[in-house]
């Protein structure tokens, strides 16, 4: 989930554990718990701060290790550590049980996103990503957020206003799950083009109705489209180059960042009097007939890079980026 939603869940939970009475009984331990449950709804995402050094470092590690099953330990006993210091009249093992809720709710709500986690660390290093829900889903955000507001101003208790909310959510994750199952097995059904042996991968986007759609072909390329309502439409054919410039940009580090993240990426290249610019693109993300989360390695004539970027950016601002033109 996005870092806002992450955000509002986190003072959700230091609501739903007034259901614990000695958090409803204590407005310190209510304080402490607080804080650890909206420190840890964010802390498997301080892995951002390794955007500091280099966005090939980010995009290799971000859901990564820092949402891996070890981690799920050491967040929690570290932030728990640190609160338990500072509130000692209070019984640490609630500050525990919270904070470690909150860190479990930010990886596991993770793994309903197309971006996916690591979550399965250290036995497999595979992403997981089960693309049920949107990375900013408007209806969990909002009713958390509505549930926030209304706890603050003393509208409603905390603890039957986010257990129902609660409640609320898990139909909803179930519900959505359902729905997936479903337009995934619609898609099927209405490709004409259907082979034995591809692949469907059946992605949110913010609206209800509206899906993006990938497909996975046996020989390595993808068809591009979207499921609107009931109407399956392709729209692009994607599929990696064969060019020496692509398998030099294998070499850069860069690219290799973005490769081991991803496995639906596909690479273009352009061949300018100068040199070749290879772009690495992933698939799943199409937004306004353009590819976003891209790895885009300038080099020359000789397949020396020149420059490089690997994150999220628009074609035209990666070509000013990068200042690639034509002369």
Not at 206 to 215: A, I, L, Q, S
Request: aromatic share 12%; proline share 5%.
């Amino acid at each position: 989930m996005d870092t806002a939603t992450h955000f509002v869940m986190g003072l959700s939970l230091a609501g739903l554990a007034y259901v614990d009475p000695a958090v409803a009984g204590s407005p310190m331990l209510a304080t402490a718990v607080l804080l650890g449950t909206v420190i840890g709804s964010q802390a498997p995402d301080f892995d951002g701060l390794l955007r500091v050094k280099s966005n090939a470092l980010y995009v290799k590690n971000h859901r990564g290790i820092t949402h891996s099953l070890p981690f799920l330990v050491i967040w929690t006993a570290l932030i728990s550590g640190i609160l338990a210091m500072l509130f000692r009249s209070v019984p640490a093992g609630h500050i525990i049980l919270w904070t470690g809720i909150a860190v479990c709710v930010h990886v596991f709500s993770d793994l309903f996103n197309t971006y996916g986690t690591q979550a399965a660390r250290p036995f497999s290093e595979r992403w997981i990503s089960w693309n049920i829900i949107h990375i900013f889903d408007p209806f969990i955000f909002s009713t958390h957020a509505a549930a926030v507001l209304l706890w603050s101003t003393g509208a409603m208790q905390p603890a039957p206003l986010f257990t129902g909310l609660y409640i609320l959510t898990a139909l909803y994750y179930v519900w959505r799950t359902i729905v997936h199952s479903m337009k995934t097995a619609e898609v099927k059904r209405l490709d004409a083009s259907r082979q034995e042996g591809d692949r469907y991968y059946v992605i949110p986007t913010v609206t209800f109705h509206k899906w993006h759609v990938v497909k996975a072909l046996k020989d390595g390329s993808y068809e591009i489209g979207v499921l609107n309502g009931n109407e399956l439409e392709w729209r692009k054919h994607a599929r990696t180059e064969q060019h020496p410039a692509v398998e030099h940009s294998k070499r850069h580090p860069d690219v290799q960042a973005f490769l081991y993240f991803t496995s639906f990426a596909v690479a273009e290249v352009e061949n300018l009097p100068w040199g070749y610019v290879v772009r690495w693109a992933d698939v799943r993300y199409r937004h306004r007939k353009q590819y976003p989360f891209v790895a885009v390695l300038v080099m020359d004539k000789q397949y020396q890079p020149i420059n490089t970027y690997v994150g999220w950016l628009s074609a035209k601002k990666m070509d000013k980026r990068l200042s690639i033109n034509s002369g």
